[in-house]
Every structure is written in structure tokens, then in C-alpha cells.
């Protein structure tokens, strides 16, 4: 029997992206805010993104933080620590968090997109989409406020 039989909600696509809280020396976490032109444009978000045919999360969170933010990290040094699943009108989002706290290189904007170091606690003072809210609180859990 598939998922949809015996129910009567309709068929709704699933879309997985990875995300990542990377975490400095300080206990800071980086967001970066959506630039001008994207969905959810102006809004704060942990960097990652969406999966590619075939790409395991840890291998798309690699790829993604090298091409959005220019470092460099391993399989080793990502932690999975909570997920968020979040309906949206034409799609639902699973979004697994991982935690990072060794890389190479210094973050920097390679797609117009604003960078902030943030205290966990701070997070909820940044407007984010609706998906990323419940990530904050296993977070304070972790880093403290």
C-alpha cells in the first residue's frame, strides 16, 4: 500500500535540503539573509541547500558551504543534530541541521547573500522562514543562550 492510499490528503512533493550551524570559537553561529530576487528574500537562514540527484546531505552540505561560502570542511566535522519538516503551500520541506565546528578558510558572500556571527539565543531576534524556527531551540539547548 503506498502513503497515499487509504488517506484522503493529496499527493505533495517533498523537497530535502541540509543545512548547517556553523560554530565559531566563540559560540557564534553564522546566518546568512536571502538576497533581493530570491523566495524568502530578506529573510535569515543557516547556509546549505537543496540535494542533488544521487547526493548523499553530507556530501551537498560540502559542496554547498564551498560554493556559497568560499571553506572548505569534511564528513567528519558535520554532527547531525535536529531536522525541520514544514509544510508549505506547494511543498513540503525536510530540512536535517548539522553542526560544524572545523573548517578551512574564513566565510565570505559568494552570492549577494548578507553573513552574521550570532549568539544562539540572538537567532530569534532575525526574521527566518517558518521552516528554520524550531531549529533555534536545540541550538540554545546546545550553546546556551
Known amino acids: ?7 484522503n490528503e493529496p499527493s505533495i512533493r517533498l523537497l530535502l535540503v541540509v543545512a548547517v550551524a556553523l560554530v565559531d570559537e566563540d559560540n557564534r553561529i553564522l546566518i546568512a539573509q536571502r538576497p533581493e530576487g530570491k523566495n524568502l528574500a530578506g529573510l535569515w537562514e543557516f ?6 540527484a544521487g547526493e548523499r546531505p553530507e556530501v551537498a552540505l560540502i559542496r554547498e558551504l ?8 569534511k564528513e567528519a566535522c558535520l554532527a547531525p543534530l535536529t531536522f525541520a519538516s514544514h ?18 578558510g574564513v566565510p565570505q558572500s559568494r552570492e549577494g547573500q548578507a553573513l552574521k556571527w550570532v549568539r544562539a539565543g ?14 533555534i531551540a536545540p541550538l540554545v539547548d546546545l550553546l546556551g543562550a
Open 122 to 135: 540572538a537567532l530569534r531576534d532575525y526574521p527566518m522562514p517558518p521552516a528554520d524556527l524550531p531549529l
Open 47 to 52: 547556509p546549505g541547500g537543496k540535494l542533488e
Open 66 to 73: 564551498e560554493e556559497e561560502l568560499g571553506i572548505k570542511t
Open 87 to 104: 509544510g508549505y503551500d506547494d511543498f513540503h520541506l525536510l530540512m536535517p541541521l548539522y553542526i560544524c565546528r572545523r573548517w578551512e
Open 1 to 7: 500500500m503506498s502513503a497515499s492510499e487509504g488517506t
